[in-house]
């Protein structure tokens, strides 16, 4: 973690001294739906706060770096074999972070400063940190208290989607993204998303 946000502030300090730029951000909600081999679905559901460096604008885009973080809730269900053959478990409800580092290449709405385009769209992709926990009914330790676990992974990460302009000349936008993540690195998850953001 402490390695990621490092680069991330490399990455923007190295964008700031190189070109001109302006700064950006948005609020927003989101899911998504995150498998792995030998752990249960989870569903997550999250709020994000996306602050990103714009450069190397043209005439209709750009470039940016991004961290769009998030934090949400999860839900999931895990399930266990007794040793008389009984079956517990049940639903687990537990804490979600993401937090990756975005290169998009941006084009239209949202692409330059005050630009009038009323539909854009972004491509890019990065690297990322993604974190779960999770508290299980029916799952108890020595004293009787729910077991939770904590699952993290590092690893790549893209996105997609598109903007819509609004307000006076189009100057904001609500982008709808589109995300996937591999991870590298523990219990290799695909994380699959989709957010809406209001960038102001």
């Not at 190189?18 to 999250?46: C, H, L, P």
């Not at 079956?87 to 630009?115: E, Q, R, W």
Request: proline letters at 2%.
């Amino acid at each position: 973690m402490k390695k990621l946000l490092l680069i991330a502030f490399i990455a923007f300090a190295f964008v700031q001294s190189s070109f001109s730029q302006r700064f950006k951000a948005g609020v927003g909600a989101g899911i998504s739906i995150e498998t792995a081999d030998y752990i249960d679905t989870k569903a997550n559901f999250g709020f994000t706060f996306s602050p990103a460096l714009f450069f190397a604008e043209a005439e209709n885009s750009s470039f940016s770096v991004g961290i769009p973080l998030s934090l949400g809730v999860n839900e999931g269900y895990s399930s266990d074999y007794e040793n008389y053959g009984g079956v517990y478990g049940g639903t687990s409800i537990g804490l979600m972070l993401d937090v990756p580092v975005i290169v998009n290449f941006n084009y239209g709405a949202g692409a330059l400063k005050g630009g009038s385009q009323k539909w854009g769209f972004f491509v890019g992709g990065g690297y990322g940190y993604h974190l779960t926990t999770a508290n299980y009914y029916y799952n108890y330790d020595n004293n009787g208290n729910y077991k939770s676990t904590e699952n993290s992974t590092l690893g790549v990460t893209a996105n997609a989607g598109f903007r819509i302009g609004t307000g006076r000349r189009h100057r904001h936008n609500i982008e709808v993204k589109f995300s996937y993540m591999k991870g590298l690195t523990d219990y290799k998850p695909d994380v699959y998303g989709v957010n809406c953001i209001f960038n102001f």
